[in-house]
């Protein structure tokens, strides 16, 4: 079962709880499970025995394995993480689409929110001038 919403802090990791995934493959196919950020990023953990990790740390990362593997490697808590974009926050500031495919079809397995709470940027005064330097982020 996937979470519909995540919640985090802009501009750091999150951890994306996949534990409760479960995959049917009568042929015991290798299965492709393909997470795409509509923002941000998408980072995987190590490939562990029967699953392979791909494009980690893009908007668009896959992991291949049978369905037994895939879900023995989502049972850790930090496997999937997201970043989002840059100064990105707020309810649905992106959403997170999992696709899984047997070489045969292709389906859309779920599509998770993601709620990003707003970060205080670091802001520094330059003594003399009339103006901060450091962003404030935006909000969609």
Request: glycine share 10%.
């Amino acid at each position: 079962m996937l979470p519909s919403t995540l919640r985090g802090t802009e501009d750091a990791p999150l951890n994306v709880d996949l534990s409760g995934v479960q995959f049917s493959d009568p042929e015991n196919d290798i299965l492709a499970l393909r997470l795409t950020a509509s923002e941000g990023r998408i980072d995987l953990g190590a490939a562990t025995s029967g699953v392979t990790v791909s494009q980690t740390g893009t908007a668009t990362a896959a992991l291949y394995g049978t369905a037994a593997a895939l879900e023995a490697y989502l049972q850790t808590v930090n496997a999937v993480q997201y970043t989002g974009a840059q100064d990105v926050f707020g309810d649905a500031a992106a959403t997170l689409t999992l696709t899984v495919s047997d070489g045969d079809a292709e389906t859309i397995a779920g599509v998770i929110s993601i709620d990003l709470a707003d970060a205080v940027d670091s802001q520094t005064a330059v003594d003399g001038e009339n103006h901060l330097i450091g962003g404030l982020g935006r909000t969609f």
